[in-house]
């Protein structure tokens, strides 16, 4: 409803109200006075066109103030329709502008479309002849190279293969190396005031030997250019050669005596020689090596001659002579051999025994320490069984198994021979005590390195504190040298133990022969 009508139904109102009241009055009047009557009725006709003006007036009123809200409330309505028109007329442009651009944009992608198409089928195409090219260059190559390709994989991946184990080898000296230089920096000086009495004497006496020269600047040619004649030297004979500043002297270190005496005589050879090479090495090498042999027959020999025993068998005399680069307990063990045979000739003549039987069994009694570095078992089994091989008496053998008290003794030979060798080991400075200790070490060590694949030669050396590992070039690479002497290293930690550190050095040689005719 309009404010005109709001204003009618006022007007009405005001009249109906104004009508009722007179109404009332006019009725009360009535009543009271009948002759008022006509009075009232002048009075109510009065009011009525009064009130009638008054309505009139205030419906003019009612009206100019509905036209006035009218038209501002038109004015207000027309200016926002404006406003809205516009804004309308601005979204619309938008609208328009937005259009445009969209269409733009699908042309754009329409045309960006049909050139990837293009170029898709053209790629397409391309793939198809790429694949094509690739097979016959396969085709080519295999028909080249004459491998598939199944072939040339296997030697990519035998080359990466390759390829990663250098590269792991540098890591790992990588490594080593921050670790030795982190070790050198923390690391303190650890003094042992005594490890076992008589125990630094004892190692020095039974593994090193002293070669002296005529001057200084033989230490010189004997190291050799870029030290290729020292290397040759302990390569060839497993003995370390330690060049310091003892004037006039060379020391050899090496745990096993046969081998140092034949490193003594071919360094003595070659210094008084004084052509020291290579090639000249390996020939005093071996001629010291057949002068050691026949001293070792010799040193058996000696030995029959000395305590009275003949007929032994040239073997069992060579076993002899070998025993005298062998010891026990720091006792050598020739020598002791000699003596309790000596000493069961004593006994057996004073009991009516048979002497010579006596010493022979006491003479051979510890033969199997001669071999014991080379075959399994202890060295009354091993000398049980060489003199079966060698067909020694049954008294003898009976002697060699009952001498430590392995068996019982079935004759009284046997006694004597068990009495003697414990009279000869416990006469006060016979022994010393961790040699046998060293050589179970060491020959532990030599028996890891040559369980590995690519081994040729390994020397335990420096009284167990390194072991030389000779590898042969064609089977065993540079980065596999680090690899192996790493888990050597690892091997040697679990399985041994050992005071002090014991270095793992793996030497790989190639050499080229040729000769000019």
């Known amino acids: 409803m309009n404010t005109t009508t709001w204003i009618i139904i006022l007007v009405a109102v005001i009249l109906v109200d104004t009508l009722i009241s007179a109404l009332v009055a006019i009725s009360i009047k009535k009543n009271s006075d009948a002759k008022k009557i006509g009075t009232a009725e002048d009075k109510a006709r009065g009011i009525i066109d009064d009130a009638i003006k008054t309505a009139e007036a205030k419906k003019k009123e009612a009206l100019l103030e509905a036209k006035e809200e009218n038209l501002k409330t038109k004015n207000e309505l027309d200016k926002e329709i404006k406003e809205r028109r516009s804004e309308v007329q601005r979204y619309e442009k938008r609208v328009l502008n937005k259009e445009e651009a969209v269409e733009k944009k699908s042309d754009a992608l329409d045309r960006k479309e049909n050139s990837l198409k293009s170029r898709e089928e053209e790629l397409n195409k391309a793939k198809e002849k790429v694949e094509q090219l690739s097979e016959q260059r396969i085709q080519e190559l295999e028909r080249i190279s004459g491998l598939t390709s199944e072939q040339a994989k296997e030697q990519l991946l035998q080359t990466v293969e390759e ?48 070669v002296s020269l005529p001057n200084d600047e033989m230490k010189g040619r004997i190291i050799g250019r870029e030290g290729r004649n020292i290397r040759t030297l302990e390569s060839l004979t497993g003995v370390d050669l330690i060049i310091d500043d003892t004037p006039e002297a060379v020391v050899l270190s090496g745990f096993d005596p046969i081998r140092r005496e034949v490193a003594r ?17 390996e020939e005093m090498v071996n001629k010291a090596q057949k002068e050691v042999e026949t001293m070792i027959r010799e040193e058996g020999e000696a030995a029959t001659l000395e305590v009275g025993v003949h007929g032994i068998h040239p073997e069992l005399v060579k076993l002899l002579g070998k025993m005298k680069f062998r010891t026990s307990y720091g006792q050598n063990a020739l020598k002791h051999s000699i003596e309790v045979a000596l000493i069961s000739g004593l006994l057996a003549s004073e009991l009516g025994l048979d002497v010579r039987v006596a010493k022979r069994a006491g003479l051979l009694h510890d033969i199997g320490k001669a071999v014991d570095h080379e075959k399994e078992g202890t060295h009354i089994q091993l000398g049980v069984d060489l003199c079966r091989k060698y067909k020694e ?12 008290g392995d068996v019982e003794p079935e004759t009284l030979i046997a006694c004597i021979v068990q009495a003697a060798d414990a009279i000869s080991a416990a006469r006060p400075g016979a022994r010393r005590e961790t040699v046998q200790t060293y050589t179970n070490r060491l020959k532990q060590l030599e028996d890891i390195t040559n369980s590995y694949e690519g081994v040729d030669k390994s020397f335990a050396i420096q009284a167990g504190r390194e072991v030389r590992i000779m590898v042969i070039p064609e089977k065993v690479s540079d980065a596999d040298m680090v690899l192996m002497a790493r888990n050597i290293a690892k091997q040697i930690e679990d399985e041994l133990e050992y005071p002090g550190q014991i270095k793992v050095n793996i030497v790989r040689e190639s050499r080229a022969i040729d000769y000019a005719k």
């Open 265 to 281: 005589i071919a360094l003595e050879k070659l210094v008084v020689d004084g052509r020291i090479q290579p090639t000249r090495i």
């Open 393 to 404: 008496s049954a008294t003898v053998i009976n002697a060699i198994e009952a001498h430590h």
């Open 163 to 210: 390829e990663i184990k250098i590269e792991t080898a540098k890591v790992i000296k990588e490594h080593e190396k921050q670790a030795k230089e982190e070790a050198d920096k923390k690391a303190k000086e650890l003094v042992v005031n005594a490890i076992q009495k008589c125990a630094t004497d004892h190692v020095a006496e039974t593994t090193i030997s002293v």
